[in-house]
């Protein structure tokens, strides 16, 4: 069985330098995952030189993990999206998620980027009665603007409701990012990490872990998780999501993209001869116990007779209230990140947004995902997490052996199913040789 996502065994990457001189740049994006890919498309064809430094490989972290769908039909987002913010902003919210596939869409096929993409029905299911309810107020509310839904039933899982809408798609993630990066011609550096970030007079000076420097005027953070806490408090702004996923020889007529209404998350589709089922989800400072969670995927992957050729995991970052982090922090230093387990959606569309942040031309949607947007959920949740921080960091010390993220001093765990040492706090992680290979550590450790 192989331990890594069925995307990464789909493509051989192109590879681009590492960082080796001083640079000086109008703006650097830190980060190649779907966001600063996006991002630095965007900007091409403006008159600014832009700059990426990704620290591995482009694509290779959250994003070459995901279950690869592009759908506006998100679990219970909607539902929570609609109790906290009202049903403008779940309207302009689903809007945005409608534009983000389309314009994906049309840059695929502008480019010719053959990445898999097809139209498939997107499914919310629940075998939960309380949830019915809910489920069916979702099904109202698009009804009543004009969104197709209608309710559906399927063999695979055990289901009570089920509603289904059909203008979504799937691709393949990482086959998408790589086109992408194909079309850009401004500077992008691999195996290149930020390390420190200082604001001097009207730039900013970012040292790499090779101890070069970049100076420049615009920052856009598109590294997932900041590695830089203070002042932005990232770890009070949300929690981590981990989930498990596999992928098995599959064969179907017709292509599936399903999703459970809530956690326990189970989410499934298919891909080419293969059925990729995602399953076990928790917060990372619930439940650090990886190989018990693999039993569980596995026994309920065998369950339905199929056998598991990839096996891995991935995890994300969910916001206080639910909406996505996009747009200006402070000063010259932007940021695209909060995607609650929907980035391909909206890390596409942080790229279009930050262009027109920086352009400073309007974007109907800079408002919502303001960053630094203050309401009752952010107050009060920043409390719950600060609280949940200081007690997985507490928990951390419980396990062994005792090797510390370099980000905030969590005891990491080792993972024996993907050798790898994941960090419960924050969600980082290193390969069994230390290397980092997810944020927010931008460090090695030494093993
Ligand atoms: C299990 C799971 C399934 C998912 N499935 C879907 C799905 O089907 N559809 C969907 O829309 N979304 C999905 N998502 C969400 C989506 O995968 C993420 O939201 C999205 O990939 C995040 O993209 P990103 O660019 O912000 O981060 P990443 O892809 O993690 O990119 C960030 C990059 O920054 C680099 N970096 C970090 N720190 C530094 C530094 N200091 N210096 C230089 N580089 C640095 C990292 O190496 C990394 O490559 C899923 C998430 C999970 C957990």
């Not at 789909?10 to 779907?34: E, P």
């Not at 599959?250 to 399903?258: A, E, F, H, T």
Request: glycine share 4%; net charge positive.
């Amino acid at each position: 069985m192989k331990k890594i996502s069925i995307w990464e065994d789909s493509i051989k990457l192109d590879s681009y330098n590492k960082l080796n001189h001083n640079i000086k740049t109008d703006i650097l994006i830190i980060g190649g995952g779907i966001t600063g890919i996006s991002t630095m498309y965007y900007l091409e064809e403006t008159k600014y030189k832009v700059t990426l430094v990704e620290q591995n490989k482009i694509g290779m972290a959250t994003t070459s993990k995901s279950t690869g769908k592009l759908t506006y039909m998100q679990n219970d987002l909607l539902y929570k999206i609609k109790k906290i913010h009202g049903d403008k902003v779940l309207l302009d919210y689903i809007n945005s998620q409608k534009d983000a596939i389309k314009m994906t869409k049309e840059i695929v096929k502008k480019l010719d980027i053959d990445c898999n993409l097809e139209k498939v029905s997107s499914e919310i299911f629940t075998n939960k009665d309380n949830e019915i309810p809910k489920l069916k107020e979702i099904e109202e509310f698009l009804i009543n603007n004009n969104i197709k839904v209608s309710s559906s039933k399927n063999n695979i899982v055990n289901s009570k409701y089920i509603i289904k809408a059909n203008d979504t798609y799937i691709y393949n993630p990482l086959k998408f990012i790589n086109g992408l990066t194909k079309n850009i011609k401004n500077n992008i550096y691999e195996n290149t990490s930020i390390i420190k970030i200082t604001k001097e007079h009207d730039y900013y000076k970012c040292i790499t872990n090779d101890n070069k420097e970049i100076k420049t005027k615009y920052i856009v953070l598109a590294s997932h998780y900041p590695y830089f806490n203070i002042p932005y408090m990232f770890p009070i702004k949300g929690y981590i999501e981990k989930s498990y996923l596999s992928a098995s020889p599959y064969k179907s007529k017709n292509n599936i993209s399903l999703i459970s209404y809530s956690n326990p998350f189970i989410s499934i589709r298919t891909y080419e001869n293969y059925l990729i089922y995602l399953s076990n989800s928790h917060s990372t400072n619930k439940s650090i116990n990886d190989n018990k969670n693999y039993q569980e995927l596995i026994k309920k992957i065998n369950n339905l007779k199929l056998n598991p050729e990839y096996l891995w995991s991935n995890s994300d970052i969910i916001t206080n209230d639910y909406l996505p982090y996009i747009g200006v922090l402070k000063d010259n230093i932007i940021i695209g990140t909060g995607y609650n387990t929907w980035g391909l959606t909206n890390g596409f569309l942080a790229g279009s947004i930050i262009k027109d942040i920086i352009l400073k031309k309007d974007n109907k949607y800079i408002n919502l995902f303001n960053p630094n947007r203050i309401n009752i959920n952010t107050i009060t949740k920043s409390i719950t997490n600060g609280y949940k921080n200081i007690d997985s960091f507490i928990k951390s010390y419980k396990e062994k052996p005792k090797i510390k993220c370099p980000h905030m001093g969590c005891n990491l765990i080792y993972n024996d199913i993907e050798n790898t040492w994941d960090c419960p706090c924050h969600g980082s992680r290193f390969n069994e040789h230390g290397k980092s290979i997810s944020s927010p550590a931008n460090k090695d450790i030494d093993i």
